[in-house]
């Protein structure tokens, strides 16, 4: 028996990693700062670890109901009429407890998806939403955001929607664009599709992060928009704990019941203990704590947009989320992103992800995309570093 790998099936051949995992490990190779991958890697509310801690003392460490323990889902409604204002949620039959955002996403697709329905997708894209899409057999219509703001490309959407539109994903705050939505556009995405059945599919895992007076809207906070529009999010990005796998979809109770049976026939249900933590934490938490999340992800912002802007990297300032992403032709013209990822670790430690992971045709997008989740001091030391950057590379 030596020929293991004759034994794949097609999908595990076809497979291709993101980038951001190969620069993970690079980085570590040489003892650098990662700015690549969207871990958060901020500490986690000194709450929320006691309450994980008191709850599984407490004994709750058994599966769950597959759609998550009825304390977070009762939590969810009620944060979810507050700050997105999606109110009257039946948490019995419309919140669902995940895996995080990607469990949410991979319900989703599950159960809306055959081979050939098509889906459209803003570009640049969270590469992570266009393999899972890939691995059910969609076809991707790809709409671009254009500029340095990321318009919508509104004829591309209305040529790319049809009868076999399955959904439009909208992430907003988008990564790694930084993209926030605003009312105009979901209420114009509404119209394009108002004559196909499509749902829209909406990932706001950053919803808390918008900056400069942009503020988060959920699709489905809009009445015409409700009944089509199935909402992502998770407690990844805000409470810091990615490794938890602590999120949720809401979607309306036809469309929740399959991927409640879809995932529990996945993986049963999202850490017990970990669901009660993140109830405790969405209980215990007011505004303040948000506002003061908000505040401390556009101030890393501002420190960065600056630091860039003086070691000669022309960055797109995000109107939300917590990365950066930025053109780096002005100081390596003619590079490509993985090349310049890769010249970048080599000669500064720190690491980015490259183009080629966001976008089809990264010849045509030289940029990069910086993780911001860090204390300041690590993300003062990356600035120092790439300083070197600009007569390095000139
Ligand atoms: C847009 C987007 N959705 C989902 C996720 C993953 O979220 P989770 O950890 O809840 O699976 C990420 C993480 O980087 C993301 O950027």
Redesign the pocket.
Known sequence: MSDHRALLSQQALGFQSPALRQITLEVQAVGGINLG???SQLPVPEFVLEAADQAAKAGINRYTNPRGLESLRVALANKLAHFNKIDYLDPEREILV????????EGVCASLLNPGDEVVIFEPY?P??VQALKRYGAVIRFVMLRGRDFEVDWEGLEAAVNDKTKFVLV?TP???SGKVFNQGELKRIGEILERFPALIVT?E??EYMAFDGFAHLSPASLPELRERTIT??????TFSI?GW???YAVAPAEIAEPIASVLDAVYVCAPAPLQEAVAQGIVRFDDAFYRDLNAKYERKRNMFVDGLRAIGMEPFVPEG?Y?LLSRYDAIAPGMGSMEFVRHMIASTGVGAVPSSDFVRHPATAPWVRFCLALEDDRLERALERLGSLRPAVV
């Open positions: 991958q969207g871990v995940t895996c995080g955002a990607t469990g949410a996403f969270y992570y939403h992430n988008g990564n790694p990932d895992i950053y992502i999010g998770g407690y990844s990005k990615t796998r602590i999120g989320a990365y």
